[in-house]
């Protein structure tokens, strides 16, 4: 029996004892003492360990057998570890957290190896925190006199962090309407489930228009304001460029440049030129402002932009990387004026390929600030436009067919387009949403993201096959787990793929969202591919962008709100002057750490963005509970299935609240109803009623509403139609249904209620739904 024990330990990780007698078959009271006494023996030959939750495992031996990582938590209480040796994650149940905290760097062990024949991933335990990340929060206080200790709590408006953050007494006066700021100086352990803080700040009240965005931001350490060293230097650069300043420099103010962005974007960090050579091939200009010959090595203004990592765009505001005089000022590449660039010049084909190039800094001049909206209205024909902004009209032309070859080029590669709705959140002055408008892109913005991106892919190459350190832009290839759960729904929907999740080409999922272009599933088939795909990040090691089927990659285009952009042009101007060797042995010390703490702060940004968006949009259907809706249904899971409606609105429709109990497949990813055999499946349009809206989680509540979207496996009269069952024939019901042996169910009772019919949810429809029948 000991060794069926350290067998099955070995197998399946920390177990319960239950779970353990089950396993190896303990069917009697004389077995279960016999399993009993070999586990203590085992436990007391310290072969394997009770975990405080009474788990029992197998006991680590060797303390090298520990290792090092960076806990990211869920807000379920689960969480993964991100290994140091930049191996694959560790799944860490909610048992195995210990007292981690999202971001902490923490020791752990092994628990249970990875399956590859299995597809499961290795699970850890965490057994020691080594630094921890979170040092501040931001909540609204409460008063409470519960412990004496403390004036009071706030709640983080992190959901990862669940405990309560008890506040040492303070001089101020409050009266409980104050948002502060904290630090933290003491964590939960096996003595203390809260946090202890001492306020740091006031940073506002809770009636504050914006209040509830500044304290999201605040609340992930995302601050507005610059320190005063920082503003200092900015404010010592001139406003324009000296002569000085050109020496050196390529001079393109002859050429006709300019800036095509949004009508709101002041921070314009790139402009365009082109024109046809007399081979027939075309010549590419992409200027990019020269952030780094303002912002040098080691300045307090490197350091703080180092510090941010990006611009963060929500909603009302944006909290950028630069201060606005150099972001909106001398970097922002305004008409009819002279200002500092690098340029990536390139000559392209009739195949969109690359046969030429030049690297160089430069001085530009623009000759118009453009938006999407006018040159969409110049490619349409549009008279007065093209009156209006006549000196550019031949090269709008040119660049529209440009774009279309490099389009081509980049889809005929096997690049993928993730081509998935995005909404635009509308507030008013108090920063209440007012609307959601989806975003509209045209040819002009799919324009400029091709010359962007040829751009990045020259300048990758450029340092790639000169063998220099670097920092690429790396998206590797789909986990094979993700990619099966892809597959699984693109056979949902009957459309055959050619390969494996093991193995399977970029064209092969091209080919998946050519067939269903066009159809309602379109949207939601894109959005699941697009969730199967790892995330990019920045990394000094080139492993190609697997989305954008690029052997090279880089972000060059936008150093104004993005680090390694400005660290890109650092190279591109150190290479060029200095001693390649010493610049080279600089930038391998530096380089991994900026790229990993690159891509930390911009999966940082994309976190507060998220989020303020979440809170936004439940805060805007809080006018709209109890209305109903038409939406698709976007996925589905074991607790419920999510509904997007048409403005990009997410909300959940739990299994609870369905009529009646649903089983859930999970290769077919559906819920069916056990009773009438009504079937949920991704991409089915469903009808759904708003029940809640919680501003606080940014979480939305919807319930099934039936009507004639509804699909039924079997035939037979909706549920709509049917009687409400009485309270004996549902018990009967369930008594019938608990002894049906189904895995899925777990024995569990199904839940029951009657569903509104159609047309009634008062006194007068039930009436009329009576005399029809």
Known sequence: MKKQIIAYLKEAGPVTMTDLSQALGIDTASDFKHL?????????????????????????????????????????????????????????????????????????????????????????????????????????????????????????????????????????????????????????????????????????????????????????????????????????????????????????????????????????????????????????????????????????????????????????RVVPMLPERLSNGICSLNPQVDRLTQSAIMEINAKGQVVNYQLAQSVIKTTYRMTYGDVNDMLAGDSEKLERYAKIAPSVKDMAELHTILETMRYRRGALNFDTKEAKILVNALGKPVDIALRQRGIAERMIESFMLVANETVAEHFARLNLPFIYRIHEEPKAEKLQTFIDYASIFGIPIRGTAAKISQEALQDVMAKVAGQPNSEVLSMMLLRSMQQARYSEENHGHYGLAAEFYTHFTSPIRRYPDLMVHRMLRDYMRGTKQEVAEHFAGILPEIASESSRLERRAVDAEREVEAMKKAEFMTDYVGEVFDGVVSSIAKFGLFVELPNTVEGLIHVTNLPEYFQYHERTLTLQGERTGLVFKVGQPIRVRVTKADKATGEIDFEWVASELDWFDKPQKALRDKPKPTRKRASKERQVSSKKKSHSTKGKKPFYKEVAKKGGQHGKGRRKARRAK
């Open 36 to 316: 009993v006494k070999s586990v203590s023996n085992l436990e007391h030959k310290k072969e394997i360990e009770f975990y405080e939750d009474g788990r029992v495992a197998l006991k680590v031996r060797h303390q090298s057998l520990t290792l090092k990582g960076r806990f990211s938590a869920h807000k379920n209480g689960f969480g993964f570890v991100s290994l140091s040796d930049g191996s694959e994650e560790l799944f860490i149940g909610r048992n195995d957290v210990g007292h981690a905290i999202d971001g902490d760097l923490v020791e752990l062990i092994i628990t249970k190896p990875a399956n590859r024949l299995k597809g499961t991933v290795a699970e850890g335990r965490i057994i020691d925190v080594i630094e921890r990340q979170l040092t501040t929060a931001v909540g609204a206080v409460v008063l409470d006199d519960e412990k004496s200790d403390f004036i009071g709590y706030i709640r983080s408006k992190n959901q990862k962090i669940s405990q309560l953050i008890y506040l040492r007494p303070t001089a101020l006066i409050m009266d409980g309407t104050e948002v502060v700021k904290v630090d933290i100086v003491d964590y939960p352990s096996a003595k203390r489930d809260f946090f202890v803080a001492e306020i740091r700040d006031i940073i506002g009240r809770i009636d504050d228009p914006g209040i509830d965005v500044l304290e999201v931001l605040e609340s992930m350490e995302i601050v507005s304001s610059f320190p005063d060293a920082v503003l200092q230097e900015a404010q010592a650069i001139a406003e324009a460029p000296t002569e000085e300043d050109l020496i050196g420099r390529l001079d393109l103010r002859g050429e006709v440049t300019f800036t095509i962005d949004g009508a709101d974007a002041k921070d314009l960090d790139d402009a365009v030129h082109i024109k046809q050579l007399p081979n027939g091939n075309f010549e590419l200009g992409v200027h990019i402002a020269d952030v780094s010959y303002y912002v040098t090595e080691g300045s307090a203004l490197d350091q703080e932009a180092l510090r941010r990592g990006t611009s963060v765009y929500v909603t009302d």
